[in-house]
Antibody, heavy 115, light 110 residues
Framework: QVQLVESGGGLVKPGGSLRLSCAASGFTFSDYYMNWIRQAPGKGLEWVSY???????YYADSVKGRFTISRDNAKNSLYLQMNSLRAEDTAVYYC?????????WGQGTMVTVSS | QSALTQPPSVSGSPGQSVTISCTGT?????????VSWYQQPPGTAPKLIIYEVSNRPSGVPDRFSGSKSGNTASLTISGLQAEDEADYYCSSYTSSSTLRFGGGTKLTVL
């Protein structure tokens, strides 16, 4: 079955950097679009970025120029490099596989940006 | 990139039906049949319950159904059960090739 396991979250100071990883299994990773979505504490879902199977990339305006999505099909892994972090980036970050424009989600990793 | 519009809360008694609306624009919901719905019980990750407006993934009960008219998509849950109590989110593809979520709706089963 599809399994997505995020890692790399933690506490970071404003202006700092963090790299999130998502390990995928149970499907042919290279065939699928992959997304990052976040959820601030007590708030709704916010789409962050996706990367297509052909490595075309899209970002939300709120993270453009600060975050970089990438994938390594040989390692069945998705990444999110987050730079210039702000307090408003504090959230649970979910990795999600996209198929038929529906998302299958991992369990998430918490990122806290605070001094 | 404002969120799709959902009612903050809905409620219903066991056995009843409820409908959650999701209003967008001609740049997202109105132009694409790429609307999906997610169920998120407290403290858990979202779960896909409807994709491409009205399709149910394997294992999702047929009590859950989706539809769309113009710029508004809808999720209907019939035969409400206590286990349906959760937050529900809609999502749509947009003309900018991005995804947009609704603000979420809290369903309370009375």
């Amino acid at each position: 079955q599809v399994q997505l396991v995020e890692s790399g979250g933690g506490l970071v100071k404003p202006g700092g950097s963090l790299r999130l990883s998502c390990a995928a299994s149970g499907f042919t990773f290279s065939d699928y679009y992959m997304n990052w979505i976040r959820q601030a504490p007590g708030k709704g879902l916010e789409w962050v970025s996706y990367i297509t199977s052909g490595n075309t990339i899209y970002y939300a305006d709120s993270v453009k120029g600060r975050f970089t999505i990438s994938r390594d099909n040989a390692k069945n892994s998705l990444y999110l490099q987050m730079n210039s972090l702000r307090a408003e980036d504090t959230a649970v970050y979910y990795c999600a596989r996209q198929a038929n424009w529906g998302l299958i989600w991992g369990q998430g990793t918490m990122v806290t940006v605070s001094s | 990139q404002s969120a799709l519009t959902q009612p903050p809360s809905v409620s219903g008694s066991p056995g009843q039906s409820v409908t959650i609306s999701c209003t967008g624009t001609s740049s997202d919901v109105g132009s694409y049949n790429r609307v999906s719905w997610y169920q998120q019980p407290p403290g858990t990750a979202p779960k896909l319950i409807i994709y491409e407006v009205s399709n149910r993934p394997s294992g999702v009960p047929d009590r859950f159904s989706g539809s769309k008219s113009g710029n508004t998509a809808s999720l209907t849950i019939s035969g409400l059960q206590a286990e349906d109590e959760a937050d529900y989110y809609c999502s749509s593809y947009t003309s900018s090739s991005t995804l947009r979520f609704g603000g979420g709706t809290k369903l309370t089963v009375l």
